[in-house]
């Protein structure tokens, strides 16, 4: 009996003990995660562009934050509300302006996950039938020959950092398409910004500073991501 208890009692402790290392281990994987994903940022050619996108994207955020936390816009003047919606809906065009720098990085410098229906294809070096490493030719199929012609002529080397690469996910993604989409409207959106910094004048909880100051980084992202992200593209053609 007292075998008993003392085994259960043991069970007990090292589950215990178990639970209470992983908690405990938790933040330290999580800060191994976050050095790595940083390490792999600082090293990707990208790097200025998604310095330059988060640097000037992030603090409109944080000022729409502030100006809600504030009160401002709850006055009920029309005019402050007109501002302060469009420092809300600045503020999501922002966070996807970091969203689509951070996927066109990572979709153009790195491999895709094998079976990922989202990559872009690749020619495989068995094309003919045989491995690439074997000398002896086999006459291919005219299937396979069809099926090579065609990739050759529209996705041929898409390996990452590669200029056909390059030109895949710019040109044939969707979601890099839907984002070209609404980074016409974000300039779009500055530009009416830019007539509500009048409304703002008189609205209290700095609205008015704050909306000035996101303008200035929406103003800079256009022309500063533009050309980083040219850089970026030049440096990243193997």
């Not at 955020?61 to 469009?86: Q, R, Y």
């Not at 012609?149 to 056909?164: A, Y």
């Not at 710019?170 to 530009?191: E, H, N, R």
Request: net charge neutral.
């Amino acid at each position: 009996m007292a075998a008993i208890l003392c085994e259960s009692f043991g069970k007990i402790l090292n589950g215990t003990c178990d639970a209470v290392g992983k908690v405990c281990a938790l933040p330290f994987r999580a800060c191994g995660f976050a050095t790595g994903e940083l390490t792999k940022v600082c090293r990707s050619p990208f790097c200025l562009y998604l310095s330059v996108a988060l640097g000037l994207n992030l603090p409109p955020v944080v000022f729409t934050g502030m100006s809600w936390t504030n009160g401002a816009g709850g006055g009920g003047d029309e005019g402050c509300t007109s501002a302060s919606n469009w420092m809300l809906t600045n503020a999501l065009l922002c966070v996807i302006n970091m969203a689509a720098a951070g996927y066109i990085s990572q979709k153009i410098t790195y491999e895709p996950e094998l079976g990922d229906p989202n990559a872009a294809p690749f020619v495989e070096a068995s094309v003919y039938g045989k491995d690439a490493s074997e000398k002896t030719p086999v006459k291919p199929t005219p299937e396979k020959t069809i099926m090579k012609t065609v990739m050759e002529s529209h996705m041929t080397d898409t390996r990452s950092r590669s200029l056909s690469r390059v030109k895949e996910i710019l040109c044939y993604d969707p979601w890099v398409a839907l984002y070209i989409l609404v980074g016409i409207f974000f300039c779009v959106w500055q530009t009416v910004g830019a007539n509500r910094t009048r409304y703002a004048a008189d609205c209290g909880g700095d609205l008015d500073s704050h909306l000035t100051q996101s303008l200035l980084c929406g103003f800079l992202f256009i022309s500063l991501g533009a050309c980083t992200f040219a850089c970026s593209l030049c440096c990243v053609v193997k």
